[in-house]
């Protein structure tokens, strides 16, 4: 059994403590920055035992060595980046398994993209995906070293997961995303209630963020492009959008 426990850090960013009562324990998913998240497991009597990171980016990483350093953690992130993951212990990539002290474990998959090494991490004994900057609520994270074509395909693995997997993304980029995916497809009806329903959420200060996975592959127009070439154009109008 997983608590997940959902950390707002710096401007957008989420961090997420992945608790077990049982053991007292919890990994802690991409912290940003160490403070909060030492002060999060604290408070629930927690003890951290692993770090999770999805990519090597500081606003993902940033907290690394210090939680190291207070706590003695395993910091897990992907083979493909480990020269860049501050503190890391244990490199994994596609096809690997990721067991938590209370048993809980996640599937590595590797979805470059945003970055060349990028990993998610699926628990889908609960039904929980940690996708950092890969899929964003009606969104996807910027292709700083990947193509549209790893993009795309990166996206799609996720897609193919249960419809009712929720999806907790790095960053609290809804709105802006729902405003360009409202540009893309105005007529669809599933995006403009979706849309609602986040500025209600937001104008009262609350995440959207976990959404589930069915929900958004309806209204989310990077999942919802027919080829790789509309993915490709939606990326760059994205780049460009001033909402
Ligand atoms: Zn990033
Ligand atoms: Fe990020």
């Given amino acids: 059994m997983l608590d997940v426990v959902q950390i707002p850090v710096l401007n957008d960013n989420y ?4 608790g077990h009562e049982g053991t007292k324990t919890c990994a ?12 999060a497991a604290k408070e629930r009597g927690w003890r951290i035992t692993h770090i ?3 990519h090597w980016h500081g606003d993902h990483t940033g907290g690394n060595e210090a939680i190291k350093q207070a706590t003695g953690c395993t910091i897990i992130g992907p083979r493909a980046e480990q020269a860049k993951i501050p503190a890391i212990d244990t490199a994994v990539g596609e096809g690997d398994v ?5 048993g809980d474990f996640a599937h590595v998959l590797d979805v470059p993209g945003h970055t060349a090494g990028h990993i998610a991490y699926h628990f889908e004994t609960q039904g929980l995906l940690f996708c950092g900057d890969t899929l964003f609520a009606m969104g996807c994270g910027r292709l ?6 790893q993009m795309w395909v990166s996206l ?43 500025h209600r ?3 009262q200060g609350f ?29 760059a109008a994205k780049d460009v959008f001033k909402g």
């Fill in 207 to 235: 995440p959207t963020v976990p959404f589930l996975l069915g929900v958004d592959k309806a209204t989310n127009p990077f999942l919802t492009a027919g080829t790789v070439e509309e993915f490709a154009r939606r990326r």
């Fill in 201 to 203: 959420n937001r104008a």
């Fill in 52 to 54: 999770l990171n999805t």
């Fill in 144 to 149: 700083f070293e990947g193509t549209a074509e």
């Fill in 98 to 102: 990721v067991t938590l002290p209370g």
């Fill in 156 to 198: 799609h693995k996720l897609a193919h997961l249960p419809d009712n997997t929720e999806v907790y993304c790095a960053h609290e980029y809804t709105e802006a995303n729902g405003r360009f995916a409202l540009t893309v497809d105005p007529g669809n009806d599933m995006l403009v209630d979706r849309m609602d329903e986040v």
């Fill in 15 to 18: 961090v997420y403590l992945l």
């Fill in 28 to 39: 802690v998913v991409d912290p940003a920055v160490a403070e909060p998240v030492l002060a």
